[in-house]
């Protein structure tokens, strides 16, 4: 899927190829803000690099809404499905950029690892 290193490195500041993550897959939507979607399968480092990182944890009932499938995410395969009713573990930062706002939220299916990220971006309030 195209750019999902590219979306990957900007959300999270690290090399998808560091060992972090594999089956990365990535879609992206912009016009004058931008939502980006990524999945993959996390390793064991991952959680503690989000936290290191600024990442905070969050009831995932507070950011699952976020993740309902949209028109971009027909292009995943497997289809865009997180699993919200498995154990899981969410995530939510915040990144001021000199001309915009990131908001990158995590869902992490902590059985099978598979991994789903929201990002979106808007201008600085």
């Not at 490195?9 to 990365?24: I, K, M, R």
């Not at 399968?41 to 936290?51: A, E, G």
């Not at 028109?71 to 699993?83: A, G, N």
């Amino acid at each position: 899927m195209a750019n999902g290193p590219e979306v990957f490195y900007n959300a999270f500041g690290a090399d998808p190829g560091s060992g972090l993550v594999t089956d990365l897959q990535g879609s992206y939507r912009c016009s004058q803000d931008c939502d980006m979607w990524l999945r993959f399968r996390s390793s064991d480092r991952f959680v503690p690099f989000l936290l290191h990182r600024g990442f905070v944890p969050v009831a995932c009932s507070l950011v699952s809404t976020r993740f309902v499938a949209s028109s971009p995410l027909d292009r995943f395969v497997p289809s865009w499905e997180p699993v919200l009713t498995a154990p899981a573990e969410c995530y939510s930062h915040e990144q001021r950029r000199p001309n915009s706002v990131w908001r990158v939220f995590v869902l992490r299916n902590t059985a099978t690892r598979v991994t789903h990220t929201i990002v979106t971006t808007g201008p600085p309030v």
